[in-house]
Antibody
Framework: QVQLQESGPGLVKPSQTLSLTCNVS??????????WTWIRQYPGKGLEWIGY???????NYNPSLRSRLSIAVDTSTNQFSLRLTSVTAADAAVYYC??????????????WGQGTVVTVST | DIQLTQSPSSLSASVGDRVSITCRAS??????LHWYLQQPGKAPALLIH???TLHRGVPSRFSGSGSGTDFTLTITSLRPEDVGTYFC?????????FGQGTKLEIK
């Protein structure tokens, strides 16, 4: 079974760029079974889908973040990454990397990382 | 964006009880509705995809039903490890959205 682990700084200053990496084990990012996904959860527990990318370059970003967001897949390291520019306090959340299963067109979040807390503060 | 509204927001039930949680979509989402359980201190985990298909390893006491805009997650015999927050999620539109969550506690 696919396992995912997020890494990256837990503290980012306002206006700076948030960069997170997700290490994938137990499967390959170019297996063709998943879209590689980022989701965040706010302190009040609400979940927000951020976006996904496939190993072949298929992209789907949340329009609310599209102008600041970049997701990339690195097949050489079996990792994928998130880059969010110009962060504000509203971007503070727990960030999850995840594997989105799309067989049959379902697009469910089959596997989740444990999550990493991101704080935005000076 | 498609809005998902779960009810109730919280509930308390006894071990062995039958529990149902509903998820209502702001427009028809066909069969593209999935359920997750977030146990305390953990990441969410997929229970059911496509309305009624159990994810691998999920116990058969969980089941899902519904179509269009109204969906239900049912636990036939509640166990202590079922406590946590349940979320529904739709993938009908290209902007995937989640319900606000239903917190389930044991009496």
């Amino acid at each position: 079974q696919v396992q995912l682990q997020e890494s990256g700084p837990g503290l980012v200053k306002p206006s700076q760029t948030l960069s997170l990496t997700c290490n994938v084990s137990g499967g390959s990012v170019n297996s063709g079974y998943f879209y590689w996904t980022w989701i965040r959860q706010y302190p009040g527990k609400g979940l927000e889908w951020i976006g996904y990318m496939s190993d072949t370059g298929s992209l789907n970003y949340n329009p609310s973040l599209r102008s600041r967001l970049s997701i990339a897949v690195d097949t050489s390291t079996n990792q994928f990454s998130l880059r969010l520019t110009s962060v504000t306090a509203a971007d503070a959340a727990v960030y999850y990397c995840a594997a989105c299963g799309y067989s049959g067109g379902r697009y469910s979040i089959d596997y989740w990382g444990q999550g990493t807390v991101v704080t935005v503060s000076t | 964006d498609i809005q998902l509204t779960q009810s109730p927001s919280s509930l308390s039930a006894s071990v062995g009880d039958r529990v149902s949680i509903t998820c209502r979509a702001s427009e028809s989402i066909s069969k593209y509705l999935h359920w997750y359980l977030q146990q305390p201190g953990k990441a969410p985990a997929l229970l059911i995809h496509s309305v009624s298909t159990l994810h691998r390893g999920v116990p058969s006491r969980f089941s899902g039903s519904g179509s269009g805009t109204d969906f239900t997650l049912t636990i036939t015999s509640l166990r202590p490890e079922d406590v946590g927050t349940y979320f529904c999620q739709q993938s009908y539109s290209t902007v995937y959205t989640f319900g606000q969550g239903t917190k389930l506690e044991i009496k």
